[in-house]
């Protein structure tokens, strides 16, 4: 059996006594903005959905000197990722992503922000972001409890989640709560096509071994849970919370009005 050649290079086969047809290749989808905040950091899980969704990741790492878009014209979306520095922070890197979140808020497009992202956007929407008052953190899993919002949103919430934060924040005014905690109250809410996360639905198994190895000084504050308990709980809770993420991120991206995603791929 001989294989064919298109016009364009690809091997097909032909079918005998069948009209062989080529179909076109879909538009390429647009990018999603991928914002990170170490130079080892990756966008783990998130990346890995948004790939299989067929998106291209536009990673940038703002503390490191890479510009931001004046727009989202061209882009699906965008995330801000965690990191270990506060949005409270007076370095003008963090000030300028806070500042810029305002883009997405404007053109109405969707947002993510996953723990110090999350904090941006809540800092940009007026709210505040503080430590625990008695100092505790979470570090680890940690039980979450979906709002009736929340469950209309996205039904199936896993019952823990994965969390590395000492700091949490209030709830914008304007926003709509999706879920909350025990020690910090405000674990997920929406603000239009914006939505904020206080955990890490992105943490993989690779990246939770370095984070429990080279992030041992956060695991010895109040709350924390010891090295261990990480691993027993995600064979737990994993497989839920890698259903849910599916589903969360198939619907955020949604948000994108189909008329500007062709458009823009254009």
């Avoid at 503390?63 to 409270?88: C, K, Q, Y």
């Avoid at 979470?138 to 979450?144: A, L, S």
């Avoid at 009736?148 to 989640?161: F, S, T």
Wanted: proline share 9%.
């Amino acid at each position: 059996m001989s294989f064919g050649s298109s016009k364009n290079g690809d091997n097909v086969l032909p079918f005998p006594g069948r009209r062989m047809v080529l179909t076109p290749e879909p538009a390429p989808l647009l990018p999603v903005l991928i914002v990170l905040h170490q130079e080892t950091s990756t966008p783990g899980r998130v990346g890995n959905a948004l790939r299989a969704l067929g998106h291209p990741l536009d990673i940038r790492r703002p503390r490191f000197g890479d510009a931001l878009p004046e727009t989202l014209d061209r882009h699906a979306g965008a995330v801000i990722f965690g990191g270990p520095m506060s949005a409270n922070d007076s370095d003008e890197y963090v000030r300028r992503e806070i500042d810029w979140i305002e883009v997405p808020l404007r053109e109405q497009r969707p947002f993510l922000g996953i723990c110090l992202g999350a904090q941006m956007l809540a800092k940009q929407l007026g709210a505040q972001v503080a430590p625990h008052p008695e100092g505790r953190v979470e570090v680890g899993y940690y039980p979450i409890r979906p709002t009736e919002a929340g469950h209309a949103l996205c039904p199936n919430w896993p019952e823990r989640v994965y969390h590395w934060h000492g700091e949490g924040f209030q709830l914008p005014g304007g926003a709509e709560l999706l879920a909350e905690g025990n020690d910090f109250p405000v674990q997920a809410f929406q603000h239009g096509h914006a939505f904020g996360l206080q955990f890490h639905p992105d943490v993989t198994y690779a990246m939770m071994h370095r984070w429990t190895t080279r992030g041992c000084v956060r695991m010895d504050s109040p709350g924390a849970h010891p090295r261990h308990l990480h691993f027993a709980v995600r064979a737990m809770h994993d497989v839920t919370e890698r259903a849910w993420l599916k589903r969360f991120i198939d619907g955020w991206l949604a948000r994108m009005p189909r008329s500007i995603m062709s458009e823009a791929a254009e």
